[in-house]
């Protein structure tokens, strides 16, 4: 291994998880983390040792915002975004919640100030970088700059919650 190669830093691995309900519309948080720029975000973070993206997603869903009825969660992208000296690969999840489910809850109030049901065509803005780039992506659309997509192998064709 050169020096070179040991000073970049190791690529960050997330998960964003696009909730969405019965009714279409998608779980979206507005994020107030200390040192960014206000944005809104999928519900997401790192993944842990030992875990799929799947159940990074569910997780993270559970533990930012209180809710823990996600299922079918299954990976519709992974995201690849190479600037800014970091590899970030995150993988988008796309995943169902009962419509009888809890509402959402700031359980993280230093990171997250709401939770917002949004239709996928009124979300809020700005986005979160990684979340423009996968909700992008499940909707069909041109990434932003510096992002590219990886579309899982038809793993979301009959998806219900698939627009």
């Known amino acids: 291994m050169s020096a070179a190669s040991r000073e970049r830093p190791r690529p960050v691995v997330g998960v964003g998880a696009l909730v969405v309900r019965a009714d279409g519309a998608v779980l979206i948080g507005h994020r107030i983390k200390s040192g960014e720029t206000p944005s809104w975000c999928l519900p997401g973070g790192s993944v842990e040792a030992g875990e799929t993206f799947e159940e990074a997603a ?24 190479t600037g800014g000296g970091r590899t970030h690969v995150t993988a988008g999840v796309l995943a169902r919640v009962d419509p ?64």
């Not at 569910?58 to 975004?81: I, K, Q, S």
């Open 58 to 81: 569910v997780r993270e869903t559970a533990e930012e915002c209180g809710l823990g009825d996600v299922r079918e969660a299954r990976v519709f992208t992974v995201a690849l975004h």
């Open 100 to 163: 009888s489910a809890a509402a959402p809850t700031t359980s993280e109030p230093e990171v997250f100030d709401r939770w917002v049901w949004a239709a996928p065509d009124d979300l809020p803005a700005p986005l979160f970088p990684a979340s423009a780039a996968l909700l992008a992506a499940w909707r069909g659309e041109p990434v932003p700059a510096g992002w590219t997509v990886y579309p899982s192998d038809g793993a979301v064709r009959d998806h219900p919650a698939v627009p």
